[in-house]
């Protein structure tokens, strides 16, 4: 038998995400609780404009000969939507942000838009074209379509892969839409543009109707897309109820703001009120009973992110400190041991003034903020806000602040409620978690574990635990995607740290886009106060009274 030898290349090392798995329970509940809106489908008329166009196209091209010429065609449509946009926000000097903002190529149009408004003529092909330049508004041959929305549109049925490459709008919701869309906007005139190519201040002028900002005066392409986001039809079976539920539960809360005279809604505060159910002057929040499964569901969310973050700063501890070993441990467990043996750190455990962890929690059933004081110094909230904080997130890495960690973990454990399941109502089959071994399932089972233990002892243990799943998540990478995204390495001469010091970050539940979304078709409005706060309008309040009758 003969045998060959050859030389074999290292996987490609990459910078990575959630380098020990924690985020990814996060996003597994909120993909839950927010289907159909995602952390990159900013703008809703991006739900009609898209079916709009494709089935217009196919009205002036009904053969699809030729998908190149579709594609130069569709990427002018693109810029096209978005410098229109621009060019509103810049006529109208209002509020900017109810135009352009999150629109397709925006930072690149931008300069095209401000050419515009120096009286200049512009060619939508400069931008539209597929050859690297700095110039081209998109990388992606189908632009925002193909890099942001397909996706959710192909999961809402509004579109459909029939015939590859191209895509089609499916006739039971896309083509309603589309329909919905065009009767609000002079199509031809459109197309004449992107024929034309040449794009002046009067061709955008003249088509102001296609701006983001008309969409809640649309009333067909509005009550189209309220169908669907609210699934007002119940066509969409659990996963509608869901995205219902949650999008109420936003427009509870920004009633609920407006009455205490409290600032608009955002998303820390939408995290804070679900979690503590209390909003930033003390006041109780609680939302009817057809809503309290969708926010304790969130607040379970809030919980594992809280978790994740603490998890992610001992992991950056950790790794600032093994960098610095003036020789390499020959083990993860006698660094763990190491790590928790050091002056510094044994004297910051001291102050914590508990001899164990259980003694710990028990301390802080006092001597900690009460859960509705979120905006006090010590709240686990507050806590996690400064750790991802851009002032701080390169701070905090001496190891003496794993006293600090410990802490913060010891105060989820007291919060916990112990009777009930780590994730509560949340359909979390235990299969989901594999990729995942630190969990709220998981930190539950390792606080018992910890209850008897000496502070000193829990840091060994948090570190080797930290280090081993960091390990489990970087080989189950490299298998799934042949990339690198080990921060530890197990050598000849011990383990070794490699590459940056990840800094601990919060995951993105889509509530921004939620509420962006929920601003396009005019549930929410601007104060005429001039305060800016977003309130919940006649409409939107409709919205929520049927969404939880």
Known sequence: MAIKTSWVLPPHTIGGLDHIGTQGPCILIYSQLLPGITNVTDRARYYSFYPWLIRSYAERDSHRENFNAFLEAYRKADCLF?????????????????????????????????????????????????????????????????????????????????????????????????????????????WQAVDADIVSAQTLDALQDFCPCCLPNRQG?????????????????????????????????????????LSAIDEPTFRAAVYTESLADGTAWRPPAPLAH?????????????????????????????????APPTSIEEFSQSMASRPELVKALDKLKAKTFGALCSSLEAGAPALGDFMADGHELAWAAARVSRERQQLDREPAFLASVVNVLALLRM????????????????????????????????????????????????????????????????????????????????????????VPAKTNPRIRQAIKMLWDVGALAREP???????????????????HA
């Open 529 to 547: 106060d001039g305060s800016g706060d977003l309130r919940a309008t006649a409409i939107g309040i409709q919205l929520f009274e049927a969404a």
């Open 82 to 190: 978005t410098m229109i946009a621009e060019r509103h926000a810049q006529v109208m000097g209002d509020d900017a942000a109810r135009h352009g903002p999150a629109m397709v190529g925006r930072d690149t149009l931008n300069d095209a838009v401000r050419l515009i408004g120096e009286g200049k003529s512009v060619r939508l092909s400069t931008y539209a074209t597929r050859e690297e330049s700095g110039e081209r508004y998109f990388a992606n041959k189908l632009g925002g379509l193909g890099q942001y929305y397909a996706g959710t549109l192909t999961q809402l049925d509004i579109l459909a892969v029939v015939e590859r490459p191209w895509l089609s709008y499916t006739h039971e919701r896309g083509e309603p839409i589309a329909r919905a869309f065009d009767m609000g906007v002079d199509g031809r005139s459109f």
């Open 221 to 261: 392409e509005r009550d189209a897309l309220l169908d669907i986001l609210f699934d007002r039809k119940s066509e969409f079976e659990a996963e509608g109820v869901q995205r219902r539920k949650s999008l109420a539960l936003l427009l509870h809360l920004a009633g609920a703001l407006q009455a205490a005279e």
């Open 415 to 502: 919060r916990e409620n112990q009777g009930a399941p780590a994730y509560g109502h949340l359909a979390m089959d235990p299969t989901q978690l594999q990729d995942s071994p630190i969990n709220l399932r998981s930190f539950r089972e390792r606080c018992v574990k910890w209850n008897d233990m000496a502070l000193s002892a829990v840091v060994a243990d948090l570190v080797g635990w930290i280090l081993e799943t960091h390990l489990r998540v970087a080989l189950r990478k490299l298998r799934q995607s042949s990339t690198a995204t080990f921060r530890i390495h197990p050598t000849e001469r011990g383990i070794e740290a490699h590459g940056d010091v990840p």
């Open 294 to 326: 969708t926010r304790s569901a969130w607040a379970y969310y809030v919980r594992n992110d809280l978790m994740s973050v603490a998890m992610q700063k001992a992991f950056a501890i950790s790794l600032t400190a093994l960098a610095t070993q003036p």
